[in-house]
C-alpha cells in the first residue's frame, strides 16, 4: 500500500450548486456533510426531480460563486449576474435524486426564473436548509445519523494527479487518442492530491488530509458527465470509453474515491496527505 507520505493537497474546489461550474479555494472548511458551500444548492424540474448535466449539459458553462451568509452568485453566457440568497425559513418540499425523496426549500422566484431562461426550460432552485438530517448517507457504507449534501451520494470526493496522468496515457493508447489528453475538471472532484503513485487509491480506506481525517467509502463510479468538456458542453466518448477498459470495479467505471469526514476542520493547499489505513 502506498504510504502516501509525500502526497500533498494539490486542489480544492467547491460547487455550490449541483451541475454547475464551481470555483478553486485555497483552503475550505470540512463539515460532516461535505466542504462548507458544496452542493448545498440543486435545479429541480417541474416535478421536482434532480435536473443535472446528464440531462442538460450546458449547465457546465454556468457557474455559481459562494456569498457571505451561504447565499450563491450565479452567472452564465447571456445572463446577468445574479446574487441568491438562502430562502427565509419555510415549509421544505419533497424532491428526488437518483430515486430517493427527500426535502429541501425553494430558493426567491427570480432564480427559478433566471436558470429557467438560462436553460429554456422550467426548473426551480432548491436549497439544502438542513443538511445534518434531510439527506442520509446509504447505510450500506454510513455509520448511525451520517449524512450528505446535494453530492452524487457521499460527502467528499478525491482523486489525484497521477492516476489522471495515467489514465491520460490509456486514452493516448486507445482507439481516438485525441479526446485526450483530459482536465480533470471533467471529474468534477472537491480535493485533488499530488504525489501519489497512480491508482494507489483504490488501496486505501482511511486517509488524513492535514488535521481532518476521512473515512475511504468506495471508488467514484463515473457517468457521462465526464464527457462532457467542461468549456464548451460538447461530448465526446471519453474517459468512460477507456475506464470501461481498464477501470471496471465492482460493476462501476472507476476514477477516484468517495469520503466521509471523521471530524470537522479545515484543509489546506500544501496539506500533507497520509495514508492512515
Keep these: 500500500m502506498s504510504t502516501g507520505l509525500d502526497a500533498v493537497v494539490h486542489g480544492i474546489t467547491i460547487h455550490p450548486v449541483k451541475s454547475v461550474g464551481g470555483y478553486a ?3 475550505a472548511a470540512v463539515e460532516p456533510w461535505g466542504l462548507a458551500g458544496d452542493r448545498r ?8 426531480t434532480a435536473v ?3 440531462e442538460r449539459p450546458e449547465l457546465a458553462l454556468s457557474s455559481a460563486a459562494t456569498l457571505p451568509g ?4 450565479l452567472s452564465a453566457p447571456g445572463q446577468e449576474d445574479l446574487a441568491v440568497e438562502p430562502p427565509e425559513p419555510m415549509a421544505a418540499v419533497g424532491v428526488m435524486l437518483f430515486g430517493k425523496k427527500f426535502k429541501a426549500v425553494a430558493a426567491a422566484e427570480r432564480a427559478h426564473e433566471w436558470f429557467s431562461a438560462y436553460l429554456g426550460a422550467e426548473v426551480r432552485l432548491m436549497h439544502l436548509d438542513d443538511p445534518a438530517r434531510r439527506r442520509p448517507i446509504n447505510p450500506k457504507y454510513a455509520l448511525p445519523g451520517e449524512t450528505v449534501s446535494f453530492a452524487d451520494g457521499y460527502p467528499l470526493m478525491v482523486t489525484t494527479l497521477a492516476s489522471l496522468d495515467a489514465l491520460n496515457s490509456l486514452i493516448a493508447q486507445g482507439d481516438d487518442p485525441g479526446e485526450g489528453p483530459l482536465p480533470m475538471n471533467r471529474f468534477r472532484p472537491n ?7 497512480p491508482w ?4 486505501w480506506s482511511r486517509i488524513s488530509v492535514g488535521e481532518v481525517s476521512f473515512r475511504i467509502t468506495k471508488p467514484c463510479g463515473r457517468c457521462v458527465i465526464t464527457t462532457t468538456d467542461q468549456d464548451t458542453a460538447e461530448r465526446g466518448k471519453e474517459p468512460l470509453r477507456t475506464l470501461a477498459r481498464h477501470r471496471l470495479i465492482g460493476g462501476s467505471l472507476a476514477f477516484g474515491v468517495l469520503l466521509v ?6 484543509i489546506r493547499t500544501g496539506d500533507p496527505m497520509k495514508v492512515l489505513a
Design 52 to 54: 443535472t448535466q446528464r
Design 200 to 203: 494507489a487509491e483504490d488501496a
Design 261 to 266: 469526514p471523521e471530524r470537522t476542520g479545515v
Design 70 to 73: 451561504g447565499g450563491v452568485l
Design 25 to 27: 479555494t485555497a483552503q
Design 41 to 48: 444548492w440543486m435545479l429541480v424540474d417541474a416535478h421536482g
Design 191 to 197: 480535493v485533488v492530491l499530488d504525489g501519489t503513485e
